[in-house]
């Protein structure tokens, strides 16, 4: 890819090369934590490449040693001592994981390292997924009283069926890229050392393939997979907004930004 990015913006670095985009999350210091800056800014990059009819692939990675690594509580926390889960879902992520879903276009998640969170959702609401071996994925939600939101409720089971999507779901453990592989969860795992030279090779690839077979193909996993997917996302807002507001909550932030263990009551 080219070395100096295409366009500045304050979270995210985008790079071309022909008909190639690179789309990089760009917090290292926080490792790459979800924030409404960079909701904002991946939303525009996004909706700008999904209507470039130059851009053929796109690929989404992290700066630094993370992938994603969520949500930011902190920012959420120091704004008003909670978070608006359900309106930050409707405003932000959800729209984000549907313009990559109905991109007209092949979309690869390149996993550089931890993708926990709604940064598990977002790396597994592409087309293919690619990882480095020592990423995992965690949803890290249910360790502070919340749900799977931004999608991965649909994406999961939709990888790997209810068994596997259920323990993802409440045990909340990481489930690390070669294990990801053997379940069906994601496509690759490679070794450190070449995951950026194979990720790459997969976006040129695709950027040089026949797009339109690429974007039918997507039409109809969408239509079989996803046809009912923004039902779904309304039912991840509501019941996220409904246990927004639930003490187990405020008890799982306070518990996070102390830096102790949780102690929930079920309220």
């Not at 709604?118 to 360790?143: H, I, P, Q, R």
Request: hydrophobic share 45%.
């Amino acid at each position: 890819m080219t070395e100096d990015p295409a366009r500045r913006y304050e979270t995210i670095e985008l790079y071309r090369t022909g008909a190639a985009a690179k789309v990089v999350l760009n917090r290292p210091e926080r490792m790459n934590a979800w924030s409404n800056a960079l909701s904002r800014d991946l939303l525009e990059v996004l909706g700008d490449l999904a209507a470039d009819d130059a851009v053929r692939a796109v690929m989404i990675t992290g700066a630094g040693r993370a992938f994603c690594s969520g949500a930011d509580l902190k920012e959420g926390a120091e704004s008003n001592g909670t978070l608006d889960t359900d309106s930050v879902l409707t405003r932000w992520y959800h729209p984000i994981v549907t313009t990559i879903r109905e991109m007209p276009k092949p979309v690869i998640s390149a996993v550089n390292g931890p993708a926990a969170g709604a940064g598990a959702s977002l790396a597994l609401s592409a087309d293919l997924v690619v990882a480095k071996e020592s990423a995992y994925f965690l949803l890290a939600f249910v360790n502070i009283g919340l749900v799977p939101d931004a999608g991965s409720s649909l994406f999961i089971p939709a990888r790997v069926g209810f068994a596997r999507a259920a323990e993802l779901a409440m045990l909340g453990e990481p489930v690390h890229a070669p294990r990801a592989v053997d379940i069906g969860l994601i496509n690759a795992a490679w070794p450190d050392a070449e995951f950026e030279k194979n990720a790459e090779a997969l976006l040129l690839r695709l950027s040089n393939g026949p797009t339109r077979s690429y974007a039918g193909s997507k039409r109809e996993l969408n239509h079989w997979v996803y046809s009912r997917m923004q039902e779904h996302l309304a039912l991840e807002a509501s019941i996220q907004g409904e246990l927004g507001k639930s003490k187990d909550f405020a008890e799982g932030i306070r518990a996070f930004l102390e830096k102790r263990p949780t102690h929930f009551t079920g309220e």
